[in-house]
């Protein structure tokens, strides 16, 4: 047996390595001239699979999560097929996983550069993606420049727009947005996609879309073979996002239902159905036991034979925002307004004629998942124009002296080169909730909330060495400052509950009307909770208002909220005890205003005063004594005639209004009946007070 030296080895090893070298850099069709006899029927299937992947792949509407399970076990067989790379790098980047593209479509650029036209184009995408800036910017200057006149006249403003993006990315990324993210955790998330979170106006109520296997009907899309989407809830109970659940028929169907909006009072839901008119929005209403009545598609205001999606209330009901695809915008969906009203039954919206909000808004790209915010002027959207890092981005626009402000993009990393789309924000705008996928999550998409730090304060140094913090829990961003106020919105949120002044117990669907008292107009009209008697409303600032409260077998109720200017979102909290009609029955008229030490009523007083008369009139048995009430400045003598005089007043305005006037009496107590201390101006501020009292019913 001829020996073999050991140079000799040496040298078959380095042209064995080099042959397999050649072979992972060359395009290795799948021909049977390319694989030894006994991986044949290795061959055939690995040529099956990819012709089961292609029935996805070229369809009329694309599947590229299905495709891509066949094309992967195909490349496990050959990893060197030049055409197979090119669909798995595509695939991925129509997926949610788009980063994963890029080895595959390096791979297919090396084994074969003129593998398909747009190869380059799709690595550029998968670089921006991938916020591998410089290296797409790049890429999209190299396909750009082998592109004919032609083809630059067609495709020379998108690239460019894609170059413009990169650019934009690197400023965002240099300037990131100091936040945390934390996943929901398993209470909401599951092993399934979920997706499009929006909560109410207190962050108590979460609803999001989910295809889970618990999918009302239980039937999958024999498109994609994913469960019809459904809404699910989930609420906050001591801080903590309780099991989500299904609500199942009516608000959910047998095919696709999507929530796209929120009442700010969590009572009224707007839907998603895509199976007619191109996709339509409807809206969906909590019945008084807390079930969901039958959606209603919105008229055709807002619903039109084209394509109309998001949609978001304003926090006062009096006008929807959404978008619509429908000609004549500006390019794309653009975003609507139409206002609306309650007119008749209580339970019918009007809406007036949308008008589209404008060209500081809408662009020529597509705008989509609008959100207004409970200011009622901070207006939040997505957007593929404007100066987006790349796809959607998340932007917001205020409303103020008659105008939109320059859409401000939220910044990096809230937005990235992928599409942001669909976020809800808190009340002030410090939490944001959005869908994202994250390898260490519960499975496809999760929902997140972020929470907003705002500017990092300057660091202030000081000589005092003994206070040293450590930190002692990981978290999943580095930030060294703590929370920091964002001072823009002025409402408040005004809540609380409904009860009987005895038994304690919630009275639902009790009417509460608000008014503007100096400008003498109702502002907002809902019911109370029926379960729970519970009641929400978002008030702007700054302005004195008039709570009218009126159930069935219940003495009227008038509260007065002034509530003070501020530049932060506050939380007011206002129980509300009713008590029922009897003789002796003794209400405070809150509401009604005298001139300064004199017995002329104030305009302000006049919604009070016809909420009165309304009362009267409704119960025209019932007879009433006005009383008029004074503090202890001054003297006993002229206090009694000054509160006289007052309660007198009050009963010739009930006069005039067609009451009659032996059903009421007026006295005036002066300083005798106190229900406070005189020894502040809040307890002197009570005592002075207009009262009525049940004679007889």
Same mark, same amino acid.
């Given at each position: 047996?001829? $020996?073999? #030296? ?7 090893? &380095? *042209? ?102 747009? +190869? ?16 797409? +910017? ?16 067609? *495709? =020379? ?49 979460? %609803?999001?879309?989910?295809? #889970?296997?618990? !999918? ?27 099991? !989500? ?13 999507? +929530? ?5 009072? =969590? ?8 199976? @007619?008119?191109? =996709? ?107 100066? !987006? ?30 599409? @942001? ?8 705008? $410090? ?13 496809? /998409? ?5 929470? +907003? ?43 609380? $509950? ?48 008039? &709570? ?18 501020? !530049? ?46 309304? %009362? ?29 005089? $007052? ?15 032996? #059903? ?24 002075? /007070? ?8």
């Amino acid at each position: 047996m001829k $020996r073999i #030296r050991p140079k000799t080895i040496a040298i078959i090893l &380095f *042209l064995f390595a080099f042959s397999w070298q050649i072979a992972g850099q060359t395009n290795i069709l799948f021909e049977k001239e390319n694989f030894p006899p006994e991986q044949k029927n290795a061959l055939k299937e690995a040529i099956k699979e990819i012709k089961s992947g292609d029935k996805y792949f070229y369809d009329d509407i694309p599947v590229y999560s299905l495709a891509i399970e066949y094309y992967l076990i195909a490349n496990d067989f050959n990893p060197n097929n030049a055409l197979l790379n090119y669909k798995i790098g595509k695939c991925y980047l129509k997926t949610i996983q788009k980063t994963k593209s890029i080895p595959y479509l390096e791979k297919a650029l090396l084994l074969d550069p003129n593998i398909r036209p747009d +190869i380059v184009y799709l690595l550029a995408q998968g670089y921006h993606l991938n916020l591998n800036l410089d290296e797409a +910017i790049g890429r999209y200057n190299e396909y750009k420049g082998s592109l004919s006149p032609h083809e630059l006249s067609q *495709l =020379g403003d998108e690239i460019d727009k894609k170059i413009s993006e990169c650019k934009v990315a690197k400023e965002m990324i240099r300037n990131p947005v100091r936040l945390f993210i934390d996943n929901l955790g398993p209470q909401v998330n599951t092993k399934f996609p979920e997706y499009g979170p929006y909560i109410n106006a207190d962050e108590t109520v979460l %609803m999001f879309t989910s295809s #889970r296997d618990n !999918t009302t009907g239980g039937k999958t899309d024999p498109l994609d073979l994913m469960y019809f989407e459904d809404i699910y809830i989930s609420r906050k109970i001591d801080e903590t996002w309780t099991k !989500t659940t299904n609500p199942g028929s009516p608000l959910n169907s047998y095919s696709h239902d999507a +929530i796209v909006g929120v009442s700010p009072d =969590g009572k009224h839901a707007l839907i998603y159905k895509g199976e @007619d008119k191109g =996709g339509d929005i409807f809206e969906c209403r909590i019945k008084e036991d807390g079930s969901w009545k039958l959606p209603k598609r919105l008229p055709k205001e807002i619903n039109t034979d084209f394509h109309e999606s998001s949609a978001s209330f304003s926090p006062d009901m009096k006008g929807l925002y959404f978008v619509s695809d429908k000609p004549g915008g500006f390019g794309g969906k653009d975003i609507y307004f139409s206002e609306l009203s309650i007119k008749g039954n209580k339970d019918k919206l009007d809406y007036e004629d949308a008008v589209n909000l404008g060209g500081v808004i809408n662009t020529p790209y597509d705008e989509q998942g609008v959100f207004m915010n409970v200011d009622g002027k901070t207006l939040y959207f997505s957007s593929k124009g404007h100066n !987006t890092m790349g796809g959607y981005d998340i932007f917001k626009s205020v409303f103020e002296d008659g105008k939109w402000s320059l859409p401000e993009n939220l910044g990096y990393p809230i937005n990235t080169p992928d599409d @942001d789309i669909f976020f809800s924000f808190s009340r002030d705008g $410090r939490h944001a909730y959005y869908s994202s996928f994250d390898p260490d999550g519960y499975g496809h /998409r999760d929902i997140y909330m972020i929470t +907003i730090l705002g500017p990092e304060k300057p660091v202030v140094f000081q000589n005092d060495y003994d206070y040293l913090a450590f930190l002692i829990e990981p978290v999943d961003e580095v930030v060294l400052e703590g929370k920091v106020e964002i001072k823009e919105t002025q409402i408040a949120i005004v809540k609380g $509950r409904i009860m009987d002044a005895v038994t304690l117990s919630p009275l639902g669907g009790v009417i509460v009307e608000i008014y503007d008292n100096e400008l003498g107009r109702l502002v907002a009209s809902f019911e109370s909770n029926t379960r729970t008697g519970e009641y929400m409303i978002s008030l702007p600032s700054g302005e004195n208002y008039g &709570f009218g409260i009126k159930a069935k077998e219940y003495m009227f109720h008038s509260e007065n909220l002034i509530i003070p200017p501020s !530049t932060i979102v506050q939380e007011i909290y206002m129980d509300i005890m009713l008590n029922k009609v009897e003789v002796g029955s003794k209400i405070i008229l809150k509401n009604i205003f005298f001139d300064f030490d004199k017995a002329t009523l104030r305009p302000e007083s006049a919604a009070e005063l016809n909420r009165l008369t309304k %009362m009267l009139n409704d119960i025209p048995t019932m007879k009433i004594e006005i009383s008029g009430h004074t503090d202890n400045i001054g003297s006993d003598l002229y206090n009694q005639q000054l509160s006289e005089a $007052r309660a007198k007043a009050v009963v010739e305005y009930l006069t005039d209004k067609g009451i009659f006037v032996g #059903r009421m009496t007026y006295v005036g107590y002066g300083e005798a009946q106190p229900i406070a201390l005189n020894d502040s101006e809040d307890g002197r501020q009570m005592n002075r /007070r207009t009262e009525f009292t049940v004679i007889s019913k």
